[in-house]
Nanobody, 125 residues
Framework: QVQVVESGGGSVQAGGSLRLSCTAS????????VAWFRQAPGQERDGVAC????????WYADSVKGRFTISRDSANNTVYLQMNSLKPEDTAMYYC??????????????????WGQGTQVTVSS
């Protein structure tokens, strides 16, 4: 059973920054692209950023382009999300998972079911 642990969330004012981290208990991330997803209360879980298995290609949702940067440290089986210029609409629970990009949309791998607890990001105006 793969365990995914997200961390680094918190409460910040608009314009602030946070850096999220995601680590998996096994090297399951090695073979896949990995993405960050977020879910606000009452809304669907949406992909915001994805990094290729090699780490040299990234995709971003339009809402975060130019503000968020995803990266991965394969040696430590960790994926990061640097979030700058945060806005109140970025408030959500953030999760990571193996993923793919389909028709421009970041989606989790269908066979992945071991979602972590997530890390809460709250941005106040």
């Amino acid at each position: 059973q793969v365990q995914v642990v997200e961390s680094g969330g918190g409460s910040v004012q608009a314009g602030g920054s946070l850096r999220l981290s995601c680590t998996a208990s096994r090297s399951v991330f090695d073979a896949y692209a990995v993405a960050w997803f977020r879910q606000a209360p009452g809304q669907e879980r949406d992909g915001v950023a994805c990094v290729s298995w090699s780490g040299d290609t990234a995709w971003y949702a339009d809402s975060v382009k130019g503000r968020f940067t995803i990266s991965r440290d394969s040696a430590n089986n960790t994926v990061y999300l640097q979030m700058n210029s945060l806005k109140p609409e970025d408030t959500a629970m953030y999760y990571c998972a193996p993923a793919s990009v389909v028709a421009g949309l970041i989606v989790p791998l269908r066979e992945f079911t071991s979602w972590g607890q997530g890390t809460q990001v709250t941005v106040s105006s």
